[in-house]
Nanobody
């Protein structure tokens, strides 16, 4: 069972930056897709950014031009660089990885994630 642990969240003022990390308990080279999601209070979890099997990046319209997803296979880590943060970016952020056609995290309980709070 591969474990994923997110970190890097915190409290930041609008316009600031944060870099989130998602460390996997084993090598991520064989995972063909990885993604960051977020869930704000009272809202459903939404996809923020993804690296898809052909290596290209995909972003939610609300974060395009501000967020960047990347991976470091040597560190078993997926990153989310978040710039020009807005109060509406406030949420718990989660990562997920896919091996073949199966995502590691499924269902409702994705663990603790990392809290991002942006003050106005």
């Amino acid at each position: 069972q591969v474990q994923l642990v997110e970190s890097g969240g915190g409290l930041v003022q609008a316009g600031g930056s944060l870099r989130l990390s998602c460390v996997a308990s084993r090598n991520i080279f064989s995972f063909n897709s990885m993604a960051w999601y977020r869930q704000a209070p009272g809202k459903q979890r939404e996809l923020v950014a993804a690296i898809i099997p052909n290596g290209s990046r995909d972003y939610a319209d609300s974060v395009k031009g501000r967020f960047t997803i990347s991976r470091d296979n040597a560190k078993n880590t997926v990153f989310l660089q978040m710039n020009s943060l807005k109060p509406e970016d406030t949420a718990i952020y989660y990562c997920n990885l896919r091996y073949g056609s199966v995502w590691l995290r499924r269902g409702d309980d994705w663990g603790q994630g990392t809290q991002v709070t942006v003050s106005s």
